[in-house]
């Protein structure tokens, strides 16, 4: 027999008032099937950290009704009755998946055959009678002496000794199995939607290139109109701009400075926007011609600046120029305090939306509107 604790949680509050404890106590006898819990309409979508609340808002918007909503980093987890039908409309998501069992675990080498021996009876509603080929995942957290390596081999290997499945690989499979460990838990997965679906297809990126998703996510934060003059001053491979064309818009602008990923933009975008060469400093849009802005600024890592400063300097005040009195500019980039600081300098109303972890760091989503009313006094440099 073993006994499993399930973490214990102790609140308090400093006048010791308040104090509550929770533990839940579980003991299987070897082999049983106790501890083990079947769902039938969970799904978890996995998303860039920072990004969960805008999934929230796509899935609700697409599924209308949906229940017991979690969140965890770069995780949104829901019950609902009709999701397999439109997974590829979230647009937002880097993958959906749907929850099928979570059991408890040991955390030793030997305890990885029962691990193996927990799944083999799932039905992962395969629609068929002939063998399927697989791809097993796995992630791992808390101690353990196993790796996430071992739990996918070993799930993979209990899986094909039922005779219903062989092994595929990463480019040829028809059901990818993902197997979360946390702690003493287990959770097995389905994936619903294609690897593809997050590089929609055929799309090319350039190098500073966001995820698609994440360029769906951006063009969601800025609460995209029918009327809207969009423009991407910094487009890179237009993938911001070729997520925005999948809402309806008056005028879709993209530039860059870059000729070589223009000409990539070019490719991505066809005829879905306006795409031209200019400095962002001096972008040649009309004053007040622009109501939104969505853009992902070089942070001066993968895209050399010779001086930061100085090219966000120029960028915001030529978005006062540009943007509609009511006008806003949802920007990307972990240079945050030089955007703080020319907000301040500038007088232009700045929120931070939410932080991102990306590529190990941590850059800022911000909104940044203007907040005035008469003429400017500022020209943009010359050419
Ligand atoms: C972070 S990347 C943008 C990537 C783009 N969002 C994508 O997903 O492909 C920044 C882009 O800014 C461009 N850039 C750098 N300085 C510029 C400037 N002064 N004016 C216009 N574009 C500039 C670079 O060529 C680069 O393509």
């Known amino acids: 027999m073993r006994l499993y604790i399930f973490p214990v949680t102790i609140h308090t509050e400093n006048d010791g008032i308040f104090i509550f404890i929770s533990a839940i106590l579980c003991c299987t006898l070897e082999g049983s099937r106790a501890c083990v819990r079947n769902y039938l309409n969970r799904y978890m979508a ?54 099928f069992r979570v059991f408890l675990v040991g955390r030793h080498k030997a305890d990885l055959t029962d691990i193996g021996a927990r799944v083999t009876d799932i039905d992962f509603e395969t629609d068929s009678k002939a063998k399927r080929s697989i791809i097993v995942s796995a992630s791992r957290s808390g101690k353990h002496t196993y790796s996430r390596y071992d739990v996918a081999y070993q799930i993979g290997r209990a899986l094909v000794d039922t005779g219903r499945y062989v092994l595929g690989d990463n480019a040829n499979h028809e059901l990818a199995i993902r197997a979360d460990i946390a702690d003493d838990s287990c959770s097995i997965y389905k994936q619903l939607t294609s690897s593809q679906l997050r590089f929609r297809g055929e799309f090319f990126s350039a190098p500073g290139g966001l995820r698609p998703p994440i360029a769906h996510c951006l063009v969601r934060l800025s609460k995209p109109k029918s009327d809207d003059v969009f423009y991407d001053p910094f487009c890179g491979a237009g993938t911001i701009a070729y997520e925005r064309s999948y809402f309806k818009s008056k005028k879709i602008y993209a530039s860059d400075l870059n000729s070589d990923v223009l000409n990539i933009a070019k490719s991505n975008l066809k005829q879905s926007a306006i795409i031209f060469s200019a400095d962002a400093t001096r972008s040649m849009m009309k004053d007040r011609s622009v109501s939104t802005v969505v853009t992902n600024l070089p942070w001066g890592k993968q895209i050399a600046v010779e001086d930061i400063y100085h090219l966000y300097f120029c960028f915001l005040k030529e978005l006062k120029r540009i943007l509609i009195a009511n006008g806003k500019a949802i920007i990307l980039t972990d240079q945050v305090f030089i955007i703080t600081s020319l907000c301040d300098e500038l007088g232009t109303q700045c929120t931070q939306m939410t932080e991102l972890s990306l590529h190990g760091l941590h850059p800022m989503v911000f909104m940044l509107q203007n907040n005035w009313e008469e003429g400017l006094s500022w020209t943009p440099p010359p050419a």
């Open 46 to 99: 996995t998303c860039v950290p920072g990004m969960e609340f805008v999934v929230v808002d796509e899935i609700k918007e697409i599924y209308k009704i949906i229940n017991n909503i979690s969140i965890k980093r770069g995780k949104v987890i829901f019950d609902c009755l009709t999701v397999d039908a439109n997974c590829d409309r979230l647009r937002c998501i880097d993958n959906l998946y749907k929850l």
